[in-house]
């Protein structure tokens, strides 16, 4: 026969969902062999569905314009039907990517509320990640993650237009750069 004794103790608060550090803290995301946030261009090119991709900058900070048929659905990576947006011109796409090696995931959400965006908390490839939308020049949205020590960041901005939703493609950035093997 076995018998057991035990105690019961009621705590008050609200659960709270762990974060515990980024599951990879010492990688690198930075600028190596010439690929930005782990990703070769012709990678981002198709991830978004690009006809034209060109890399004008590449350093602590990569740009991207990105050219693609405006019959595309923007936002969603996907190329066109054969007569979707016939003649009419191709939407231009800048996309920024930037790695913070000190950076903080609160001092980064912090500045796109500053700014007036509307920010989306998520987690993305198990890293704390938030969206953040914000319409001046065109629709864009950057899509931010703990990583490292840092944080990293996807830009996306369809110049010229408010009916896309640029968030789609940032985040799949953001999930190819944090899933992709060094």
């Keep these: 026969m076995v018998t057991g004794a035990g105690c019961a103790q009621t ?7 762990a974060h515990p550090s980024v599951p990879d ?8 062999d010439n690929r930005c946030g782990l990703l070769e261009d012709s990678s981002i090119q198709e991830m978004l569905g690009a006809d034209n991709v060109v890399r004008p900058y590449s350093g602590a900070v990569c740009q991207y314009v990105l050219e693609r048929r405006s019959g595309a659905d923007v936002g969603a990576g996907a190329p066109p039907g054969p007569d979707v947006g016939a003649g009419a011109p191709p939407a231009t796409i800048d996309v920024v990517f930037s790695w913070f090696e ?3 995931l609160d001092r ?6 500053e700014r ?6 998520k987690d993305v490839e198990r890293h704390q990640a938030f969206l953040a939308r914000r319409d001046t020049n065109g629709a864009g949205c950057s899509a ?10 996807w830009w996306v901005q369809t110049r010229g237009r408010t009916d896309t939703n640029p968030c789609t493609d940032a985040e799949k950035l953001l999930a190819a750069t944090l899933s992709s093997d060094l």
């Design 25 to 32: 803290p010492e990688r690198s995301y930075g600028y190596v």
């Design 11 to 17: 705590v008050s608060g609200t659960a709270q969902r």
């Design 102 to 104: 000190t950076g903080s």
């Design 144 to 153: 931010t993650a703990a990583a490292g020590h840092g944080v990293l960041s």
């Design 116 to 121: 007036g965006a509307q920010v989306t908390g």
């Design 108 to 113: 980064e959400r912090m500045l796109a509320e």
